[in-house]
């Protein structure tokens, strides 16, 4: 897909260079834990059908049965309040960009930017309830 648009691109004469990567404006529906996010699809064919959204680049604190201790679990609820605070804030409405499967396919993956144009995953690391993570090797402690 990426190749056929690229020719298009490139068959009309257009600047490559200013091509900007689709995003897509959706309604959020809570925060599942700090790091990822519910949302009601605005193309949704299935009215009810929801998307878990994975934050791109942060990893957040685990809850219940995953967290390693309690003072995790703790942070977790901290980090998940802190989400759903700001998706609040933003009227739920979110802009997603970088969309892509995580490596398990149970959710998509993606940069979640807020109604005021901030990204919901520096947010977290800003207020440090998140770590960066690359997904490239163990989790950071």
Same mark, same amino acid.
């Given at each position: 897909?990426?190749?056929? %648009?690229?020719?298009? %691109? %490139?068959l !009309?004469?257009?600047?490559? !260079?200013? +091509? @900007? ?5 959706? @309604? +959020?529906?809570?925060?599942? #834990? ?6 009601? &699809?605005?193309?949704?064919?299935? &009215?009810?059908?929801?998307? @878990? ?16 201790? *309690?003072? *995790? ?9 802190? !989400?759903?605070?700001?998706? @609040? ?17 149970g959710?998509?993956? +993606?940069?979640?930017?807020l109604?005021?144009?901030?990204? %919901?995953? #520096? ?12 997904? !490239? ?5």
């Open positions: 897909m990426k190749k056929i %648009l690229l020719l298009t %691109l %490139l !009309s004469g257009c600047d490559i !260079s200013q +091509a @900007k990567e689709p995003s897509y404006v959706e @309604k +959020a529906v809570r925060a599942v #834990d700090g790091d990822t996010i519910l949302i009601n &699809p605005v193309w949704n064919p299935y &009215p009810g059908l929801t998307w @878990k959204i994975r934050i791109l680049g942060i990893d957040t604190p685990e809850k219940g049965y995953l967290a390693k201790c *309690e003072k *995790e679990k703790i942070l977790a609820k901290k980090a998940t309040t802190f !989400s759903q605070t700001k998706i @609040k804030e933003s009227n739920f409405n979110i802009r997603l960009s970088s969309v892509n499967h995580d490596k398990y396919g959710r998509l993956d +993606a940069n979640v930017e109604e005021n144009g901030m990204s %919901l995953g #520096d947010e977290l690391i800003k207020h440090g309830f998140a770590k960066k993570y690359t997904g !490239s090797g163990p989790k950071p402690n």
